[in-house]
């Protein structure tokens, strides 16, 4: 077949791959720059190699700040998913509260992060916040400035709080996708509760399960603002993040090379693992 | 098995039903004889699912109840009543296999593995799917998933009734005809009492021995086929039972003779005064086509099936339908229709009148 030459639509395309370069292709280059080369300011940079890389990957900083977000990562998506399809199967399928329920599901997810971090972090003190004021006034000694656990527990339950009602709503609508002759199906088969769950209403929400976990997987592998507005990392470096950890060595200490460097390095670790959901997820689909 | 017996059963899906209008099965009683094979026929929406899923327990009758052998039911859940249904669409359990999605109404009732795999087999064997019994049920044809469900409609033995929701729909023309037929003799050979919705009036008058005709959510004749045919109660079991329906035309009834558009017709029975609309219907096959006798017609359109001739006349602005043999010469000078006397049904408001 013969293929028809216009040059011209180079020039089309040209306005977006100026965008793209200017809004990640050149930032990203910059950040491998700066990764293989130390500065001691006024913009005089000397090469450095692999030192940096080499230098983290022995380092225990990065490996507790990774430990402590897989650790938080897996605690919110084992809380979140069953929650969330729980909380989906007792929602009204129709009708005036079936919108009610919608709308109240959504309110969480429509709040800026930081403010969700400002709600949680004010809710949490023992002089005017409410739950913190109540926990002390039932005789639980509760300070997440001060406590680690007191730190873990408000920082995931202020995430169940913010994101299982996207969950949820992502459950809901795999739900509400099931035919009602299945359920009918499975009463004259006499299938109990369980088992329509385990062979029905699973398996038809095993594609959006998928959506959700790598949702809820990579948001809170990034996460920063809220646990940064609650607790800032602490106490001592108990909820220090991988992106907390990374600004905190960008900016506080405005170390550019080893910062560079941990940042290439989050980045492989989310595009490794994003690309295991997504072959999972393939393979899912291809089998359905 | 049992017998199921209704009684002045009636649904609504409104919560408040004013009128008849607002009922989707109107007042109906009736008997389902133990054994016996039932079509319930009708057009769409006039409530032949809605009368199967109130049997089957899936929906309770705004009034009414249900008995089996005499046993009233009208509020137990479907897993009481023992019930085998089979739905329009095909329902599969998709992670599992085919053994599995049949052995599951069994294994959910308990009964040991070993008589689960028999009849598993017994039954895969009658839908033809043997040979694919360890594949997993997913990504299998729509034609092989409503086997699946039929398959597992009928691994029970022991059920009261067996109910059909219009199963062979999605599956194709010569399929059908197969499973018509094994449904038919799983019937002879067990007994069970089956209950058949179509909308097919072929599928109807061949699997059942007797046929329910619905209109409007209202049962308007029970009958065999033949009865079906030849005196239908209603006039839309004449206009939906037969290709082409029956001929209805207007008609003045006077003792044994009625006067219709274009002159009079003999009728072999007296009839009494008559009130409402009053209609006489003949059925296409009892017309003849004649040179010399009967009511004069314009013929507009003459269609060769193959089998007969259809022949679509008009009578005096009334459109009639005559079925003539294959070998019938058709001449321009055959301009008069004959209608057979002992084929008139006369009908006052839609319902069949008896005469005297």
């Known amino acids: ?288 | 098995m049992a017998k199921i017996t209704l009684e002045n059963l009636a649904h609504s899906y409104l919560p408040n039903p004013q009128s008849q209008d607002d009922y989707a099965l109107k007042q109906l009683d009736h008997d389902w004889d133990d054994g016996a094979a039932y079509a319930l026929l009708g057009s769409s929406g006039c409530g032949k699912s809605t009368l199967l899923n109130i049997i089957s327990g899936l929906l309770v009758p705004s009034q009414g109840r249900i008995l089996f052998d005499g046993q009233d039911v009208t509020r137990a859940p479907t897993a009481e009543r023992n019930i085998a249904q089979v739905f329009q669409f095909p329902v599969v359990y998709d992670t599992m296999t085919v053994h599995d999605n049949l052995a599951f109404p069994l294994r959910n009732r308990g009964r040991d593995e070993a008589y689960v795999a028999e009849r598993v087999n017994e039954i895969a064997q009658m839908i033809g799917m043997e040979h694919m019994l360890s594949r997993k049920a997913r990504g299998l044809t729509a034609d092989a998933k409503q086997k699946i469900s039929l398959g597992r409609g009928m691994v029970r033995k022991d059920v009261n009734a067996l109910l059909f929701d219009e199963p062979l729909t999605v599956i194709d023309p010569h399929m059908k005809w197969e499973l018509r037929t094994q449904l038919k003799k799983l019937h002879q050979d067990f007994g069970h009492t089956m209950i058949y919705v179509t909308h097919d009036q072929t599928e109807a008058l061949t699997f059942a021995d007797k046929v329910v005709v619905m209109y409007d959510g209202r049962v308007v004749q029970i009958g065999t086929p033949e009865e079906l045919f030849e005196r239908p109660e209603h006039t839309f079991v004449g206009y939906f039972i037969g290709s082409p329906g029956m001929n209805l035309l207007p008609a003045k009834i006077d003792g044994n003779q009625a006067l219709v558009p274009g002159g009079t017709v003999a009728l072999t029975q007296g009839y009494g005064p008559l009130a409402g609309n009053i209609q006489i219907g003949v059925r296409p096959e009892y017309i003849r086509l004649s040179r010399d006798e009967g009511l004069p017609v314009t013929i507009r359109r003459i269609e060769d099936v193959g089998r007969h001739k259809i022949i679509r006349a008009d009578l005096m602005g009334h459109e009639i339908n005559i079925i003539a043999p294959e070998d019938q010469q058709i001449t321009p000078d055959m301009t008069r229709a004959a209608f057979d006397p002992a084929h008139i049904n006369v009908y006052a408001d839609d319902w069949r009148v008896t005469g005297r």
Do not use: C
């Open chain 1, 1 to 288: 077949m013969d293929k028809t030459v216009n040059n011209k639509a180079w020039f089309l395309v040209l306005p977006v791959l100026v965008l793209v370069a200017f809004s990640a292709v050149i930032p990203l280059m910059t950040v491998v720059n700066y990764s293989v080369q130390d500065t001691f300011g006024n913009n005089v940079f000397f090469w450095a190699g692999l030192e940096w890389f080499k230098d983290l990957l022995s380092s225990d900083r990065m490996w507790n700040a990774l430990g402590r977000q897989l650790a938080f990562s897996t605690i919110i998506i084992a809380i979140e998913i069953p929650l969330g399809i729980f909380v989906a199967l007792h929602m009204p399928k129709r009708g005036f509260w079936a919108s009610v329920v919608l709308v109240l599901m959504s309110l969480p997810l429509l709040i800026p992060w930081n403010v969700v971090g400002t709600i949680w972090q004010i809710f949490g003190r023992v002089d005017i916040g409410l739950l913190g004021y109540v926990l002390d006034a039932i005789g639980i000694d509760y300070n997440y400035t001060q406590n680690t656990f007191h730190a873990w527990a408000t920082v995931i339950v202020m995430d169940v709080w913010h994101w299982t009602s996207l969950v949820a709503l992502l459950a809901y609508a795999g739900l509400q996708s099931i035919p009602d002759a299945y359920y009918q199906a499975a009463k004259i088969d006499q299938a109990s509760r369980w088992k329509v769950f385990r062979y029905i209403e699973l398996p038809k929400m095993a594609g959006v399960l998928m959506i959700a976990i790598l949702l809820r997987f990579m948001d809170s592998f990034m996460i920063y603002t809220e646990p940064f507005v609650v607790t800032g990392g602490g106490p001592g470096n108990a909820t220090t993040f991988l992106s907390i950890d990374l600004v905190k060595m960008a900016l506080g200490q405005f170390d550019l090379g080893p910062a560079a460097a941990f940042s290439l390095m989050y980045f492989l670790v989310i595009l490794l693992i994003s690309w295991v959901f997504y072959t999972i997820m393939t393979n899912l689909d291809k089998r359905g």
